[in-house]
């Protein structure tokens, strides 16, 4: 009679780990993935909704460290350095921890991806913490949620959002060290063989209010060496024109542009050329 009732509860535990029923988790694992400058950034975390709960100070703990969402704690990466906040983060592989209170929020970096949740969390094992300011907005989210936004040529913010509770803090890469390396290798001190490289060049100096006289002379090589006329080009060379205050070149290189972008299909160029147009009269 024992041995059946042994070889019963076998059967019986051998069923349940084999049945599984497939569910939807209640809290999903999501996989944020942006770029921020030159840096390729990734956050892991898990999606825990309010479900009618109460969300700050309770779901979102005050004066507790928390793994910023649910399940295992949050992971964030870059490709390479960072700032966060203007606070120094290399490359690698980090534990997002957040600790609330009803105003502040501290950001945390933790060089441990081994915890479940914050168990186990040891203040030790920080990178890096810095506050910054929590708001209530109206607008309701159900899910908490992590994205992007405001971003530049070389910053994104990164946002965290559930119910009436918000906070973020910037991610800055370096963009302009690299980028002005390559501009003395390639096209101050050699010749580029493609003269899209010349465009790029002066387009990059446009944008940070460098030389425009350098930026200028790029471009009339960009559309010297170029075996056709580019709408785009023309269009460069008429903003940089118009900041040196040569009204009329300008005025010529952006009804060029216009041609061009007509023929090219490009109404959007088109719009543009138009705006710097009716600005420099």
Do not use: C
Not at 241 to 253: F, H, I, T, W
Request: aromatic fraction near 10%; avoid cysteine.
């Amino acid at each position: 009679m024992r041995k059946t009732h042994l070889t019963l509860i076998a059967l019986m535990l051998a069923v349940s780990a084999m049945a599984q029923i497939t569910m939807p988790p209640p809290s999903p694992t999501f996989e944020l993935k942006g770029t921020v400058g030159l840096a390729e950034v990734k956050v892991v975390y898990s999606r825990p909704s309010a479900k009618g709960r109460e969300v700050a100070g309770n779901l979102i703990p005050y004066n507790e460290v928390w793994r910023t969402g649910a399940n295992a704690s949050t992971k964030i990466s870059f490709s390479k350095a960072v700032k966060l906040n203007g606070n120094a983060v290399p490359a690698g592989d980090y534990a997002l921890y957040t600790m609330f209170t009803e105003e502040t929020a501290t950001i945390i970096l933790s060089k441990n991806l081994t915890w479940w949740g914050a168990l186990g969390y040891e203040a030790k094992d920080d990178l890096l913490r810095f506050e910054v300011p929590v708001k209530h907005p109206s607008s309701h989210y159900e899910t908490f949620t992590m994205s992007f936004s405001d971003f530049t040529m070389n910053s994104a913010n990164l946002n965290m959002k559930w119910e009436h509770t918000k906070a973020m803090f910037s991610i800055e890469s370096d963009v302009d060290a690299s980028v002005m390396a390559d501009i003395k290798k390639q096209v101050i001190d050699a010749a580029p063989e493609n003269p899209g490289v010349y465009f790029q060049a002066a387009g990059y100096y446009y944008e940070t209010e460098r030389d425009s006289k350098l930026a200028l002379n790029w471009v009339n090589k960009a559309l010297d060496a170029s075996p056709e006329k580019q709408y785009w080009v023309f269009h460069l060379r008429a903003k940089l024109l118009a900041r040196m205050g040569n009204k009329k070149e300008a005025l010529a290189a952006a009804k060029e542009s216009i041609t061009l972008a007509k023929a090219g299909g490009n109404p959007d160029y088109v719009r543009l050329n138009e705006k710097l147009i009716s600005d420099l009269k």
